[in-house]
């Protein structure tokens, strides 16, 4: 067998640093290269699922959307014959903002409905104003100021400049209590202003479940 035979190079100071220094460099280029591939081969493996995921995706939304359209329309006339059964009984008209139906088993259930976004008219700004300078004046010892600070924050409004409704339902209560005439006119024309927007319309479904509790039908990707 040969023997391998050993090289010793001399170098000066000065070259075993430069040396050392063209090592480094190499090393932060390997480095560097591997970094930039793993980072294309993170972006290929993103596009390659995404590109797989989606079309499923769009098809169970497009699912989810006609299954929605068809409960709507199937339960159009239902919905028609009890609000007639409604005037009938009550003589006035339903104001639902839900219909929930239930089997006659009662093992399964379904509720149409719609969201709804808290609105008030421009009265509500003289409600307001009737509230806050009832409120101002009593702002004289520590435990009226506390009060005056708990109303004006019910009264605070949301980042898009309206009240919560269930605030004021909490300002109702504080106005009743106090007995005060001028503060509960000052919330009823609060009230009186409230004009919800509609929102989305939405699907619930629910089934028995074995202890007798009903159990939601997940019908979205945050409930599943």
Same mark, same amino acid.
């Given at each position: ?124 700004? @003289?409600?307001? =104003?009737? %509230? ?5 004046? !009593? /702002? *004289? #010892? &520590? @435990?009226?100021? =506390?009060? %005056? ?5 019910? !009264? /605070? *409004? #949301? &980042? ?65």
């Amino acid at each position: 067998m040969e023997e391998k035979k050993t090289v010793s190079v001399e170098m000066t100071e000065e070259q075993r640093k430069q040396f050392e220094a063209f090592q480094a460099a190499e090393a932060r280029k390997r480095a560097e290269e591997k970094a930039r591939q793993m980072r294309q081969d993170y972006t290929d493996m993103v596009d390659k699922e995404i590109a797989a995921l989606m079309p499923e995706l769009v098809k169970v939304s497009g699912d989810i959307a006609a299954a929605k359209k068809k409960a709507y329309e199937n339960f159009k006339a239902i919905i028609e014959l009890k609000e007639e059964i409604f005037r009938l009984r009550r003589n006035e008209d339903l104001d639902v903002k839900s219909h929930t139906f239930t089997t006659s088993k009662g093992d399964m259930r379904i509720t149409l409905g719609a969201y709804q976004i808290d609105n008030y008219l421009d009265t509500c700004e @003289e409600g307001i =104003a009737i %509230v806050k300078e009832y409120i101002s004046s !009593l /702002a *004289k #010892d &520590a @435990e009226s100021q =506390a009060l %005056v600070a708990m109303v004006l924050k019910l !009264l /605070a *409004k #949301d &980042a898009k400049g309206t009240l919560k409704a269930s605030r004021i339902i909490q300002l109702r209560r504080l106005a009743d209590e106090s007995g005060n005439e001028r503060f509960i006119e000052g919330v009823k024309i609060i009230e009186e202003s409230y004009a919800p927007v509609p929102s989305k319309t939405y699907v619930k479904a629910e089934v028995k479940g074995e202890n007798g509790s009903w159990v939601n039908v997940p019908l979205g990707m945050t409930e599943s």
